[in-house]
């Protein structure tokens, strides 16, 4: 996972005032985990009792899951170079959601989180068909979406990215007050909706999908005021969708 840039005093400050700090971006990130962790604990019945952790990073979240669980974790990312283990314990491998280095029927529950709209287009539907393939038969898929069209996009964390033409996004982000660049690894705008269709087509059954929000404390200071002004929006439309799907 990413973090934020620690901001401070400086003739961007006005700019500034309105990114998050560090420690508002690993709050944001502690609440995400806690959320998807209860959801693997309800919703997942331990076979196997091993779990998959899909653009792990640095086993953040996999090792959150796996001390709250009690499930042994493996997570693959592209970036990874080499099987490590990370400092909870967990297996990182190198690995692409569309070609796991698992067998078949090999994991309780697999975790998506803010990774499916990092997928190349014409990848979503291998790549779920090889998550299917890795989870047992009623196994989970369990993760979470950010809305595209959300006012402050959530991997530039700048005010209406979403809402502009690739080309004009990176340039936006260029010139952008935050040392935060644009990468290889780019989004594409993708909705719950589509996930839900591919899905459905590759026979998983929908068990819950729920519009998800952050609290105030992840928000700069100076905007709180307008995400509590704004709470009940929010819940209507919301900053992500977290979702359950079961392989039947």
Not at 34 to 41: A, D, P, Q, W
Not at 226 to 232: F, R
Request: charged fraction near 20%; include cysteine.
């Amino acid at each position: 996972m990413s973090r934020g840039y620690l901001l401070t005093r400086s003739p961007h400050s006005i700019k500034n005032c309105m990114l998050q700090s560090t420690s508002e971006w690993e709050t944001r990130n502690s609440y995400m985990s806690n959320t998807l962790i209860e959801l693997v604990k309800y919703y997942v019945r331990p076979i196997t009792r091993r779990g998959l952790d899909i653009g792990c990073a640095d086993g953040v979240v996999a090792d959150a899951v796996k001390a709250s669980t009690r499930l042994t974790m493996s997570g693959v990312d592209p970036l990874q170079k080499t099987r490590t283990i990370s400092p909870g314990g967990s297996e990182l491998l190198p690995g692409l959601a569309n070609h796991l280095p698992f067998p078949d029927s090999y994991f309780d529950c697999a975790i998506l989180a803010n990774v499916y709209e990092h997928i190349l287009p014409n990848l979503r539907t291998p790549s779920l068909k090889e998550i299917r393939r890795v989870l047992i038969k009623g196994g989970m898929l369990i993760g979470q979406l950010p809305n595209p069209r959300f006012p402050i996009e959530q991997h530039s964390r700048l005010p209406l990215m979403g809402f502009f033409p690739r080309s004009v996004q990176l340039r936006y982000w260029k010139i952008a007050p935050v040392k935060w660049k644009p990468s290889a690894q780019f989004w594409f705008p993708v909705t719950i909706g589509e996930l839900t269709d591919r899905t459905n087509e590759l026979h998983f059954e929908r068990v819950l999908i729920r519009k998800f929000g952050y609290p105030a404390e992840v928000f700069p200071v100076s905007l709180r005021w307008l995400a509590n002004l704004l709470e009940n929006v929010i819940r209507c439309y919301p900053f992500a969708w977290q979702f359950v799907f079961q392989k039947t």
